[in-house]
């Protein structure tokens, strides 16, 4: 427990407690033990919040966090050798903004350390592949292998000579007699480990997991015959301590790569030397696409300062170098925290349980959402409503969880009860009275694992709503339409009204129908509805009996959602224009539990504005109102200066009220350019027609340049 004085909350300090501990065990199977109980990059995860977390707290930084020391331990098998250089691993950039960062910290360091501040530096940067193996120190006497020793803890590692001789592109004579320290990572194609793997298959034997803990665990036999079996590679990329004044230490990283290369090393051929972030990010995305075409793993590129000289200037932090970083592609594994279960309904009624989670970075792109698949997986997995979880993309797909980090576990976890009763099954008749007679039954299908509604028309109803919710008269959001919605119900990303307004970029990326653009035009679409008027927050709940019109009165009477919440029937029905059926329709609506938490979480996402008040100049305003209370309006055609909707809400305004049919009741069509049948229907039962011009005048008296509300 930390004792120092700190502003973190419990329960990021107990948050941070547990990171530790999960991260200092896999971190041991991982690097010691050459086991994978979860994927680098999921660990990467685990410590990336880590990190983040002591960022924002600095005083909770401890000396044996995972965050400032070099993981791995020298197995006791081995004789324990002591680095004449300390062994450093670099930090780790996630994203663009990130290494667009690590370039601004960069420059600004180096231009605070040289020239008194005054002139700014621009280093250049040299690109090399981040190989996923087994980092190897190999240390030369007057050109002749002296000892391989592994990273270990940085401090302290293995001496694997003998085994480390086995490797064929490791040079026993370098070209030149020079005392030389160098560093590199010993890795197994993908292609050996398909050929050892055939072998073990004849043998009955289980086959090895991947080629980094295969290369791994043969640098760490006791037996160098094995290791030669193995045939493992190896690049060198560092000159860590160099000698000699002759031949002269080259003044660059890259310069360096050329020479290691000269003394007989094997260099990666791909490093680049590049001057500005943008190549950096241009690099990452190239090879992003390419890596798996290689035979070896990478699961990033390493960007440093090219000068050496600036390298030194730059220095060290506790654990890693300040000129260069790890800047990891896209992971396809992370961690983050379940929020909810939430149970979508498919169109053939089939219920599917839903993950909503803290929104997390993973495979390039944002995500929220995650399927559970069915009630037999969420038993499988154990997975509970507050779990830290294991999230996997594999390309453009839905996310699945993988796994739950139990050692994250909240103390009062509960397991997660699958229910009896959904709310979205509780569709029916429209009366709302069905709900709460427990027509939201869900059933199992006999013989699969799957869950179906009762009500046979739950989805078809469901989407109705939504269509509605998004409408015009309601939130209003451009680019939501019924394929949209059809598209987002399908792949259980939305189940509430709610959920639209969670939803993240990476989540629809994912989806038929949908490009970088116009998830962006999207996300910007519901972004401008958060902000709604009550009239149509009511009109989007497809509350029974309440369209645009009853919305509005409503609405106008009580001016806040709160009151119209609390209303009693008898307060609603003496609303003019709400009659008994209605009124009982919006109470009891108000008084069914899901319906309240619909409305919650809603509210959670969206803020309802103040109604507007028209301000009608001076004396004109008596008449006009005069000329407009109690009249029925439809509006048809393209009006030349006034969008339907605004004029609309101009007669409601002056108490009058806007149809979206004509009937015998209706007093005024204010008609446009290609009106259609309803101007048709008001010529034969003969309802004035007048232009949007006489509609104006009707509010002002006179044409004021146009001048509309």
Known sequence: MVKMKTSAPHTVIDRLKKLKLAIEKYRYEYHVLDKTPISEAALDS???????????????????????????????????????????????AFSEDEIREFDARTKRFLKSETAGGKGAVSPTYTLEHKIDGLKIVLTYEKGLLKLAATRGDGTVGEDVTENVKTIESVPLRLTQPVNIIVEGEVWMSKSQLTILNKKRAKDNLEPFANPRNLAAGSIRQLDPKIAAERKLQTFIYYIARYNPAMPPMP??????????????????PYWKHVKTVEDIVAYWKEWHKKMPKQDYNADGIVVKVDELTLQTTLGYTGKAPR???????????????????????????????????RPVLVAGSTVSRATLHNEDEIKRLD????????????????????????????????????????????????????????????????????????????????????YHFVS???????????????VLLEHNL??????????????????PRFAEQSVDNLLTAIEAARKVTLPRFLAGLSIPQVGEETAYDVAKHFGTLEKVGDASYEELEAIYGVGPVVARAVYDWFRIGENKKLVAHLLKQVKIEKMAIVNIKNTSSKDALSKITGKTFVFTGTLPTLERIAAEEMVRERGGHASSSVSKKTDYVVAGENAGSKLVTARELGVKIISEEDFLKMLYFELRNSTTC
Do not use: M
């Open 323 to 357: 000129w260069g970083i790890a800047f990891k592609f896209p992971a396809e594994q992370v961690t983050t925290v379940l929020e909810d279960i939430v149970f979508q309904v498919g169109r053939t009624g089939v219920v599917t349980p839903v993950a909503h989670l």
């Open 494 to 511: 939305i189940a509430s009204f709610d959920d639209i307004f969670t939803l993240k970029r990476g989540d629809l990326l994912a989806l």
């Open 472 to 486: 015009k008269h309601c939130f209003d959001i451009d680019g939501l339409g019924p394929k949209i919605i059809d």
């Open 46 to 92: 685990l410590k990336h919040e880590l990190v983040e977390i002591e960022a924002k707290y600095p005083e909770l930084v401890t000396p044996d966090s995972p965050s400032q020391r070099v993981a791995g331990k020298p197995l006791p098998e081995f004789t324990k050798v002591e680095h004449q250089v300390p062994q450093w691993s670099f930090n780790d």
């Open 251 to 268: 003044a660059t990283q890259h310069g360096s790569l050329e020479f290691l290369r000269e003394l007989g090393f094997k260099v990666n």
């Open 383 to 466: 997975v509970r409503i507050g779990d830290t979880v294991i999230l996997q993309k594999a390309g453009d797909v839905i996310p699945d969880i993988v796994s739950v980090v139990h050692e994250l576990r909240l103390k009062d976890s509960k397991p997660f009860v699958w229910p009896t009763h959904v709310a979205a099954c509780g569709v029916g008749d429209g009366t709302g009275a069905d709900v709460a007679r427990d027509a939201g039954r869900i059933e199992r299908i006999p013989g699969q694992a799957a869950w179906r509604c009762v009500a046979k028309d739950s989805y078809a109803q469901i989407k109705r709503r939504f």
